[in-house]
């Protein structure tokens, strides 16, 4: 990996490590400078990526990258900015969507869709009762979850390279976050439910952003 990359990557890793502490020790403030500072070195990852597989994707992954942003800080303030939060990131997954999305689309990965369709039903399917008025808000943010991870790996199975790969499984993880949090907050709440839900987002955020080098590993 190159030595930008790989500084960029050590930084992103001990930020995230910092934010998982600070979660475990209720230390807010720390959370409120690591928490976003990560996806920040993220996007500074995905931006300095001298070999882009190509302009469009990266803006577009980039552009992900900046509402997740806004939807870290959303999600952490001490006041519940739930609606704000997820709408941010329903945002970021139209930019990723559009990253991902083959030209023309193509059906390479059934297998993938039919299993994204069965988890997204028997998630809602737990969730339902807990969701209350948010039923259409989740609806409408799942649908853009799984439809993102989808695409990446129509891509992923299209293309066959690392990079599409890296997407692909940042996508999945990203699935995984959003699905321990969902239930975190509308059925039951667990003390690893937080670290599973920070570890895999940071790792999804990372592998996407990795994804924009046509050679991430040098």
Do not use: N
């Not at 939060?85 to 969507?97: E, K, Q, R, T």
């Amino acid at each position: 990996m190159p030595i930008l990359p790989l500084l960029l990557t050590v930084a992103i890793a001990v930020c995230a490590a910092l934010t998982l502490r600070a979660e475990q020790r209720g230390i807010r403030r720390l959370v409120y400078v690591f928490k976003p500072l990560t996806t920040v070195l993220t996007g500074v990852l995905a931006l300095s990526a001298a070999d882009a597989v190509s302009g469009r994707y990266q803006a577009l992954i980039c552009a992900g990258l900046l509402f997740s942003l806004a939807g870290d800080v959303f999600l952490m303030l001490p006041r519940d900015r739930f609606v704000a939060g997820l709408a941010s990131f329903l945002v970021a997954h139209g930019f990723y969507i559009a990253a991902f999305t083959p030209r023309p689309m193509t059906l390479h990965a059934p297998g993938a869709l039919l299993v994204l369709v069965l988890v997204g039903i028997g998630l809602l399917r737990a969730l339902w009762d807990g969701l209350g008025t948010l039923r259409g808000p989740v609806i409408v943010y799942a649908a853009a979850l799984l439809v993102m991870a989808w695409q990446a790996a129509e891509r992923w199975a299209g293309l066959g390279t690392t990079p599409a790969l890296l997407a692909a499984v940042g996508a999945g993880l990203f699935v995984v976050s959003d699905s321990v949090l969902a239930w975190q907050r509308f059925v039951a709440r667990y003390r690893w439910g937080q670290p599973v839900v920070l570890s895999t987002y940071f790792a999804a955020q990372w592998l996407i952003a990795l994804s924009v080098a046509s050679r991430p590993f040098g």
